[in-house]
């Protein structure tokens, strides 16, 4: 990343962050060109990966893909614009994340455990209750899970984000005018062994 002052790491910001967001573009390799679809999402983290689940149907163009070459990258995003309130030097400000990783179908009929927690992490993410799918409805989601290396997620945002508390965009219209520059001091030191385990919770 270019500008590694901007990078987040910070897997509890991460997580904070996706919360913001509703919508996962995944892209595929195609023939010719990227394929990249907008899905809905949940997700888990643990200390090994970060996996992101999503639905859909068990055929069609990006399934065939998917069983072709089951790489994948994903962006998310999150954009806040005020142009008419210029604060702390810019108008505008954003939360986005990038990874890369390998989708696979969790198949509970072949044995395949986390159905179930996979589909109560897509509702979760939504504010759905448990039961507002019935099984019958469950029985014909096909579910597939997208396994995702730490190395291979990295966030962003326009403005610095050091803490779980600094991820919600700021009230800028209630805040009094400051147009000063944002202090990039301590974060400079990133460039060196940004990705150390040292850099990651």
Request: aromatic share 14%; net charge negative; hydrophobic share 35%.
């Amino acid at each position: 990343m270019r500008r590694y002052e901007n990078a987040i790491l910070d897997r509890d910001i991460l997580a904070t962050m996706l919360n913001m967001m509703d919508t996962v573009y995944v892209g595929m390799f195609d023939a010719e060109y990227p394929y990249v679809i907008p899905l809905s999402f949940g997700y888990e983290l643990t200390d090994e990966k970060l996996y992101i689940y999503v639905h859909g149907a068990g055929e069609g163009h990006k399934i065939e893909l998917w069983n072709r070459n089951p790489h994948v990258s994903m962006a998310f995003s999150r954009f806040f614009n005020y142009p008419d309130r210029h604060y702390m030097h810019t108008n505008h400000d954003y939360r986005s994340i990038m990874a890369r990783g390998i989708i696979r179908r969790i198949d509970p009929k072949a044995g395949d455990k986390g159905y179930g927690k996979a589909l109560q992490a897509i509702l979760r993410h939504y504010d759905r209750k448990p039961n507002d799918f019935s099984p019958a409805h469950a029985k014909f989601m096909h579910i597939y899970v997208i396994e995702c290396d730490w190395d291979h997620v990295t966030g962003k945002a326009e403005n610095p984000v050091r803490t779980v508390e600094e991820v919600p965009f700021p009230d800028v219209y209630g805040l009094p005018f400051n147009d000063e520059r944002h202090d990039y001091t301590d974060l400079y030191t990133r460039k060196t062994g940004m990705y150390d385990e040292t850099e990651k919770k």
